[in-house]
């Protein structure tokens, strides 16, 4: 009788782990695969693009590899800031009081899934770095599956790239940025309230934060099939330990909370002056601001703060070899024409109704090829734009189907899971396996939205 019932189950555990065993073995390391899409989209340029020149090929790709230098620092910026903020005392002692609200595990998993999509929302690198964290805090409290419980938080960020601090949404609200596509096709620079607060993006959202608990109370593993955290394997990470007896005078600076203060009150006037209409902080520059001036002053000191920052920089490395790269193949797109070609493939299958949809399932399958936001960006952006012109398309409609196929095929992507597991001390198949379900529920909301609420 038992044998019978764990059948399916084991089927289920079998099929989702024998797929993302599949795509770990057929997709390579992120930087290697960009390589390798320069080579693809080189190709396809030269064959089919109207201006593909050997001349235009490499000054196209040179101008687009050194143009994306500064977009690719303030979104790495977002990551590594939202990760130190995370990691203050201050917010530490706030996820213990959360935690503690959970007393089963199907209410830590709705608690954590929770908590990461309300904050992935509002930042993005914050949120990844919460669902790690929070999990490893609810694993210390309770016996319960950690790659599921980790899963959960993935799941949350599901949200991410439809919220303020998305990659794809800044670009388009930052004037003169190199990866504003709209602006740069249309002269159009488009808001948060025509992109974010729209009932196409926040009706699919609030469904995944009602379905999603339920969703993941029924993934849970039976109690015989539990893997539980091993802390003694993966402990948590010392702090500096603060100079004891006379200090010189760089060690008070260093661990003084004067230049925190300094810095913190600087952050807070910048924002003020804002607010009062006297200089723009706005796009992904403001984020950053923000995160900065909150991380400073919570850190207490700047030593404590720099230390929070080289442990969230150790994330990065990946990305910021992949945006060069990815400036270089949207150079070579835009010197060759190449995107005209694919838009009016696009045009010749969609309505100004369904373009939208159809942009959201390219981007579903380039998210597989591209995990980064704005990387994937630079590539589809040059031919969704120009499309959606030419159909009189909602240009803030096919931007954000972009985004969402991003969010939704990033719960399948090793490249953002792979740091969250590293942090959260867990193997990443298991955690794939669980967030193939999630990609599942979230693809269907996410299309239904852009076919029937743009």
């Known amino acids: ?215 993941l109370a029924a993934l849970r593993p039976r109690d015989e099939d539990v893997i539980a955290l091993d802390i003694s394997r993966h402990p948590d990470p010392t702090p500096r330990a603060k100079p004891q007896g006379a200090r010189s005078f760089a060690q008070h600076l260093e661990h003084s909370p004067l230049g925190s203060l300094l810095m913190g009150a600087l952050g807070i006037g910048v924002v003020v002056y804002a607010a009062f209409g006297h200089l723009s902080l706005s796009g992904v520059n403001g984020v950053i601001v923000v995160m900065f001036t909150l991380g400073i002053l919570l850190h207490g000191s700047p030593l404590a703060y720099a230390d929070a920052v080289k442990a969230a920089a150790k994330q990065s490395g990946s990305m910021m070899l992949q945006y060069p790269l990815y400036g270089g193949i949207m150079g070579i797109m835009e010197a060759s024409g190449l995107p005209a070609v694919i838009a009016k493939g696009f045009v010749a299958i969609s309505t100004a109704q369904t373009l939208p949809f159809w942009s959201y399932v390219c981007s579903l399958l380039v998210t597989f090829l591209i995990p980064s936001g704005g990387g994937h960006w630079a590539v589809q952006g040059p031919f969704a734009i120009p499309a959606a012109v030419e159909l009189h398309a909602s240009l803030a409609a096919t931007t954000m189907a972009v985004a969402m196929g991003e969010q939704v095929s990033n719960m399948l992507q090793p490249f953002w899971a792979a740091p969250l597991v590293a942090m959260a001390g867990v193997g990443l198949q298991r955690v794939l396996g669980y967030t193939f379900v999630t990609f599942l529920v979230a693809a269907v909301a996410y299309g239904a939205a852009l076919l029937w609420l743009v």
Do not use: Y
Request: net charge positive; hydrophobic share 55%.
């Open 1 to 215: 009788m038992n044998h019978s019932l764990a059948a399916p189950r084991s089927l289920r555990t079998r099929f989702t782990e024998g797929t993302i065993s599949l795509f770990e073995r057929t997709i390579p390391d992120p930087f290697v695969l960009a390589i390798f899409i320069t080579v693809l989209v080189t190709a396809a340029s030269w064959l089919v693009a109207p201006q593909a020149s050997i001349d235009a090929m490499f000054n196209g790709w040179f101008k687009g590899f050194c143009n994306i230098f500064g977009f690719a620092l303030q979104i790495t910026l977002v990551l590594v800031l939202g990760h130190a903020l995370a990691h203050a005392p201050l917010i530490q002692r706030g996820f213990t009081r959360v935690v503690a609200l959970a007393r089963t595990p199907n209410q830590a998993a709705a608690l954590l899934f929770l908590c990461v999509a309300i904050t992935s929302f509002f930042n993005w690198g914050f949120g990844l770095v919460l669902s790690a964290l929070l999990a490893r805090e609810i694993a210390k409290r309770m016996r319960v599956d950690f790659a599921w419980l980790v899963a959960a938080g993935f799941s949350g960020w599901v949200v991410w790239a439809g919220g303020v601090s998305s990659s794809i949404v800044l670009a388009q609200t930052t004037p003169g940025s190199p990866m504003n596509v709209v602006q740069k096709i249309t002269g159009q620079v488009l808001s948060l309230g025509e992109m974010v607060f729209v009932p196409f993006n926040l009706v699919p959202t609030l469904f995944m934060l009602v379905a999603m608990p339920f969703v």
